[in-house]
Structures are given as C-alpha cells and as structure tokens.
C-alpha cells in the first residue's frame, strides 16, 4: 500500500478533464482488493468521505474529491484472462482502454465501447456507462458488462453476474460476501429511451448488475469485470465527407441514420448499417484547420461514417454510399476514403483531436467546461440542434459543435473568452439542458453527471426522485462515505 499526503505528491489526483480543482487528505494506492477492503473498512469505521479515481480523463468532476481521502485503483490492473473462444475477458478496472482493445483486436476479436479518450480505465467506463462512436450501431459499455465485483463501504464484496440477481417488481434482494442480505428499494421513475447516463439505472424487474454500472463511485468499488467480446470485423469502410451547407450534411446523417436503423432492425448486413455516425460543424472545421490541410475552405459542415463490410459486399455497399452523397451534393473530390487501418485510424485521430483541442482551450485559459453532452429522441433531433445553435448564435459567443449525431447526441461546446462569458455560458447550458429534457431527452448521454450537473438531473427527473435514489444510496452506503456530491446533491442526503 502506498500513501501519499505530499502536496505535490497528490495534485493529479485534484481534478480531471472537466477543469474542476478539489482536495483531499490523502491519496491512497492499494495494490490488491484486501488493500482497498481495508482502507474502506477503516473510512467508514470512521465515516470519512472517499473517493474514487480512475484515470482523470473524465469530463463531470466525479472523481475530483472535495476533502476526505482518494483511493486511486491503479494498480489493480491486470487483465485476468482473455478467452478466445468463448469471446470474453476478465479484467481489473485500471486495465487501459487502449491496451485492451488492441489485445482483443490482436487476437481476431473486438471490444465495442470506443469512448473518445481512450486513455482511460475500463473501471472508469463501466462507473460511468461511457460508449462513443461505435454506440450507434452497438450500444454503450453496459451492453458488454456480463459480470463484476464490487468492495461495498464497508469493505464486505458482491459478486454480480448477468442474469442472477434481478428485482421483483421494485424490490432488490442482493446477498453480501458475508451473507448479510440487503434489501434496495428501486426508484420508480421512467428514464428516458435515448442514449443516457444520467443517475441510477432503475426499473420494475431490472438486473442488479445495471444498478452498479453507471452508479459513478457512490455505491461501491468496481474491483473486477467479465466482459462480452464480439467478432473483429472483416474489413472497416470509413470515410469523412465534407459539404458545403450545414442543411445537406444534416440531411445526409438522418437518412443515413433511417437506413441504418431499418439494416440493424433487419439484421441486414449488405445494406447501409452503419457503425457509427459523427457531425462537425463549420466551428469545429475552422477550429481544426491550423492542423488539417485537407479540411476546404468552403466547407461548412462535414460528416464521418464507417461501415462494417466483407470482401463479398464491400463494392455493393460502397455504391449505396457513393449514391446517397451524391443526393446530398456531398463533396466526393475532397472525400477521405480510408483504404487500410493505419487510415482508418488517421480519421479516428481527426475526431478525437477536437474534443482535444476544446479540453486545450478550456485548460489553458482555466474555466470549467461548458460541453453539452446532451440527447433528445430522434424525431425532435434536427429542431433541437437549430435550437441549441441558435441560442449560442445570438450571444456572439464561441462555440464549436460536434458530436454523435446518429444518436442524436451533440456535443455543443462553448468557448469564452472571459469570465463574463463563461458566467453567460452557464446559462445557455442550462436552457439547453431545459429543452432536451422538455423533449424527453437527457442531460447527459455517455459523461454522466458526477459533481458538476447534479442540478441538471434535478432538473430531469424533480426533486422526489432525487430523494428516491438518496434513499436508495443510504441503503448500500448507511454512513454516506462514497463518491459523496456526485450524482445526487449533498443537500439530500442529509
């Protein structure tokens, strides 16, 4: 076990990509489960706040503690095994994103969850429910969690696995590693069908594993995870596609979104289905010039889309692409076809490069983020995004849009220059935030809410349902020790 209570020592422990600052006591390093069982035994004996911490690449503050301790799980970072026939892998949770997909892709397999940062750890995905591009045709990290351990306050453990421990209506009966059974009541609340990761999973006769996932540190320590592999595709069309009005790019991703929907309803392979379905605005273009030469001048919008495909149906679905394009005024001149994978990634590297470049920005002239990581249902999309553009337009203010539009998710993030237009930002993240959930959408898709948007899910599901998931927290976490003031507000739960 490693402690560390030097200031200098524990700085990176203070914040994460968000920008927010916190502190702490003392960082704590244990290099096995026992290690974390005791420090938290000790806490709550003791009833000091802890928090956990991943890799820092979060975007919402959970993992920024506000006093008490952090226990950081990087060194529980083995990957445990790898089976290749049976297409899964048992992993600790500071396993690297990264690493662990290029292994499963050495080895013919593919993990899906492609968050944009993949510096991060897999336990950070799986607190978080984080997905990515790929969520469009394979949903988020909870599709591929199939079983996990979890160090409760207390320090006793629950083993979770897909299948085995579901609610009964709205009661929850999990069984302790000591046998201690405990019974959770589930909020009874209607979570929105988007893209979400905002609060607690929670519904009549759900899974208890879901409970835990998404759950952002407050209701135990993810100490080991089973996840489901799929097949390494054949071969990856990706293509980014500049336009030259902002209204054929929008059109091009919606039909492209419909078709791919009817193909994935279909189960049709040799139709446009595609794997994942991105946006960029003529901002985000401007932004990423200086380091793209490829991008035109006159482009005012582009679209990145990447399909899987065989030696059988490459050209055929190629053709169905080259026609949709085209009856888009989609600029096939200055098309970037990626022909190889060492391509394929050099687009990925074009995606992942503004949401750098924004966290650049905002670090550098040190404001907290103000990046909506909003969703709405598919029919409002297009109303929405003129909605949330227009309001931003208005007030003169910087901003560059991007995001995962086939799932009708945008990242709209603004760029102030100074205090006063950081305080004017505030407020139109709030208003957006109004509007997505006016339209039955969510505050938050992949990033969840950690510290920083606790108003926001209030704002999504009310002030009684908030209690409902403080109740539900009190039940694993009596002495209120874990991941306190993310998710829910600390007023409630005093």
Not at 40 to 56: D, P, Q
Not at 266 to 279: G, P, R, S, T, Y
Not at 476 to 484: E, F, K, R, S, T
Request: aromatic share 8%.
């Amino acid at each position: 076990m490693i402690i560390k209570t030097n200031a200098d020592e524990i700085q990176n422990y203070l914040t994460d990509a968000s920008n927010l600052k916190g502190n702490c006591d003392a960082v704590y390093i244990p290099e096995n489960v026992e290690e974390l069982r005791e420090v938290l035994k000790e806490a709550n004996k003791n009833k000091t706040a802890v928090t956990i911490s991943g890799s820092g690449t979060g975007m919402t503050g959970a993992r920024v503690p506000d006093g008490g301790i952090v226990i950081t799980t990087e060194k529980l970072n083995k990957i445990i095994e790898l089976n290749i026939e049976e297409k899964f892998a048992v992993v600790e949770p500071a396993v690297l994103l990264s690493e662990f997909q290029n292994l499963v892709s050495e080895n013919g397999l593919l993990y899906p969850p492609d968050p944009t940062e993949r510096n991060c750890f897999i336990g950070g995905t799986v607190a978080t429910n984080a997905s990515g591009e790929k969520s469009f045709k394979y949903g988020a990290t909870r599709e591929y969690v199939f079983a996990i351990d979890v160090a409760m306050a207390n320090g006793e453990m629950l083993q979770l696995e897909r299948g085995k421990q579901k609610a009964v209506n709205e009661k929850l009966n999990l069984i302790t590693s000591t046998g201690r059974k405990i019974e959770i009541s589930i909020p009874a609340y209607v979570m929105p069908t988007t893209k979400n990761a905002s609060g607690y999973f929670c519904k009549p006769g759900m899974d208890a594993i879901d409970l835990f996932i998404g759950s952002e540190g407050t209701l135990g320590v993810i100490t080991k995870i089973k996840l489901t592999l799929v097949s390494k595709p054949e071969k990856i069309l990706s293509c980014l596609l500049f336009f030259k009005t902002e209204e054929e790019a929008l059109g091009f991703i919606i039909k492209a979104r419909d078709m791919s929907l009817e193909s994935q309803h279909l189960k049709n392979e040799n139709e446009i289905n595609a794997l994942a379905l991105e946006f960029f605005d003529d901002n985000a273009l401007k932004f990423l010039s200086g380091d793209y030469s490829i991008i035109p001048p006159d482009a005012y919008g582009a679209v990145w889309f990447e399909q899987e495909v065989t030696m059988q149906n490459e050209d055929g679905i190629l053709m169905k692409w080259m026609e949709l394009i085209e009856e888009f005024g989609g600029d096939e001149e200055t098309a970037w076809i990626a022909l190889n994978e060492i391509e394929i990634k050099k687009i990925q590297e074009f995606r992942h490069a503004v949401s750098a470049k924004v966290n650049e920005y905002i670090s550098k002239n040190n404001f907290k983020k103000l990046g909506t990581d909003v969703a709405v249902p598919n029919e409002h999309f297009v109303r929405f995004y003129k909605y949330c553009t227009n309001l931003v337009k208005e007030t003169k203010l910087n901003y560059v849009t991007y995001g995962h539009f086939g799932n009708s998710h945008i990242h709209l993030n603004m760029l102030p220059k100074n205090e006063e237009e950081h305080l004017l930002g505030k407020e139109l993240y709030k208003n957006i935030c109004h509007k997505a959930v006016e339209l039955h959408g969510t505050v938050s898709a992949e990033h969840g809410i950690g510290k920083l948007k606790t108003d926001y899910l209030k704002m999504m599901y009310g002030e009684e349902t908030i209690k409902e998931m403080a109740a539900l927290k009190k039940t694993l976490d009596p002495n209120l020790i874990l991941g306190i003031g993310n998710i829910i507000d600390e007023t409630f739960l005093e």
